[in-house]
């Protein structure tokens, strides 16, 4: 065959191509976007040529292992090491201390009261509860939270954004916010998850926080889980906030705004001492921050009614962005709440983990809380009652022993008790000499019928790591008489002083 021969065939082929290309649907849009962009670009066509060819090489490609060296094993082989391979165990030994808790457990036989029934059948004075006010023995709340079981149920069984909102829900934000004295309030089905909703609902990656280091174990997984930049402060040291809160504001200067928080607590719940709110308020202002208040402890305590560290320090509640409190303990409901502006409680309804997928309070501990803020509200004297009481059990405490000391604030009804530094120095304890000596405490004391407990802390894996020291914890309440917290109060100093001093 000549080479004319040759060009006539391959001539022929092409056209033959040619028809059948054009005989192709959308064949002469595509022909004429080559042709523009050829002409207009040939190195796009180029480019985009070679990236066609790679496409359809790649999906043509065989399979293979993109790890060198696989050996395949038999079935035998498999078996074996599948013998052989032994699992981690999902959480690591108990330490002793830790056993030691287990075993010294207490178990309550009953309702939880001034006087209490244990498991072995004896009565003690109960001094480990948070029953402030002796509510539990209430007859009027007792009937008013069985009438909302019979009206209402055991519980909504959903949650508040779907359908778990009832009327006593409505009505007990109102009531907490109208007590307080700010716009709005939105009550939580659990006291622990109210502030660690909180503070990622707002403060986000990239936004400040500024912290008190001796902040609760709720609140350090509530920055943890914001993963914002945080800076701490040494704990209830105001100078060193200031310094602190200087120091971001001239960092931030040029930078874009960001959100920026101060968080701390109205009685902290480690140490039991009490803010200095209206120096916090003061700074807050300067640098112009946002302050998020825990009165978890503070809520039902502190202040002439019992609004809080509020009411206590002559500050108006419209000048803390977000006060988050529980209606546990003391009020003896259960659940939480955070007031502030209508802005901010509406904000919380659409973005608050807690809120959102959590099922809504019980109606009846809804109705317990709102009665119970309204005793409050009308009986003032309950409060003073209780420091009258905190007093005389001050003062059997603090002053008269020469072991502990006493670092909660006097108004405080949770009395932290603390081994002193020169003693700790004198016998060369270490932190878990302390725990084990605080127990031999708690275990004299309940051999002489009075029930108190060691301050039990949670350690996460937050910077900075937390150093509360040993403690044990007295919790005051009105279901006793002035002399039983003076003799109480004897009972638990001699534990101290029989236990400690036979420590070399």
């Not at 100078?239 to 001239?250: I, M, N, P, S, Y």
């Not at 709440?337 to 997928?357: K, L, M, N, P, W």
Request: proline letters at 5%.
């Amino acid at each position: 065959m000549d080479l004319q021969e040759t060009q006539r065939l391959l001539s022929e082929h092409l056209h033959s191509l040619a028809d059948l290309f054009h005989r192709i649907p959308g064949s002469a849009i595509l022909l004429r976007y080559v042709k523009s962009s050829y002409q207009n670009d040939p190195v796009r066509s180029a480019v985009e040529l070679f990236l066609f060819l790679f496409a359809v090489r790649y999906l043509l490609a065989p399979k293979y292992s993109t790890k060198p060296g696989v050996v395949k094993l038999s079935e035998d082989e498999i078996d074996d090491l599948v013998d052989e391979w032994t699992p981690e165990p999902l959480v690591g030994r108990p330490s002793p201390l830790e056993e030691m808790e287990v075993e010294k457990r207490t178990v309550i036989v009953g309702p939880v009261g001034p006087k209490s029934k244990l498991a072995n059948g004896r009565t003690v004075v109960n001094l480990g509860s948070y029953n402030f006010y002796n509510f539990n023995a209430n007859e009027s709340l007792k009937e008013k939270a069985i009438q909302t079981l019979r009206n209402y149920g055991v519980g909504p069984c959903g949650p508040r954004g779907f359908y778990g909102t009832q009327d006593v829900h409505m009505k007990t934000e109102a009531d907490v916010a109208a007590y307080l004295g700010t716009d709005a309030c939105i009550v939580y089905s659990q006291a622990f998850s109210t502030i660690s909703s909180v503070i990622p609902a707002f403060s986000k990656r990239g936004d400040i926080i500024v912290a008190d280091k001796g902040v609760s174990y709720a609140i350090r997984k509530g920055i943890q889980i914001s993963r914002s930049i945080v800076r701490w402060y040494e704990h209830n040291d105001l100078e060193d906030l200031e310094r602190v809160l200087a120091k971001v504001t001239k960092e931030q200067a040029r930078k874009p705004l960001t959100r920026r928080f101060i968080i701390t607590e109205g009685l902290f719940e480690s140490y039991g001492d009490m803010v200095d709110l209206p120096k916090i308020i003061e700074l807050k202002l300067k640098y112009k921050f946002r302050l998020i208040l825990d009165e978890t402890w503070s809520f039902g305590v502190l202040g002439r009614t019992g609004r809080g560290v509020t009411e206590h320090q002559n500050v108006d509640a419209a000048e803390v962005d977000m006060i988050v409190g529980s209606l546990a303990g003391p009020l003896i409901a259960g659940g939480g709440f955070c007031a502030g502006s209508e802005e901010i409680i509406h904000h919380q309804r659409i973005s608050a983990a807690a809120y959102t997928f959590s099922a809504a309070l019980p109606a009846l501990l809804s109705t317990t809380a709102s009665d119970t803020i309204n005793i409050l509200q009308n009986s003032p004297d309950l409060v003073s009652q209780l420091r009258d009481l905190t007093k005389a059990m001050w003062a059997q405490l603090d002053p008269r022993s020469d072991w502990v000391r006493c670092t909660s604030a006097p108004e405080n009804p949770i009395m932290i008790l603390v081994i002193k530094p020169e003693v700790v120095a004198a016998k060369r304890l270490t932190a878990d000499d302390q725990q084990y000596l605080l127990q031999d405490v708690v275990d004299e004391c309940l051999a002489n019928g009075v029930l108190i407990s060691r301050l039990k802390t949670l350690h996460d894996n937050f910077e900075p790591k937390q150093d509360i020291p040993p403690a044990l914890k007295v919790c005051v309440t009105m279901g006793l008489t002035k002399k039983e917290i003076e003799k109480s109060g004897t009972t638990i100093r001699h534990a101290i002083t029989k236990v400690l001093s036979r420590r070399k």
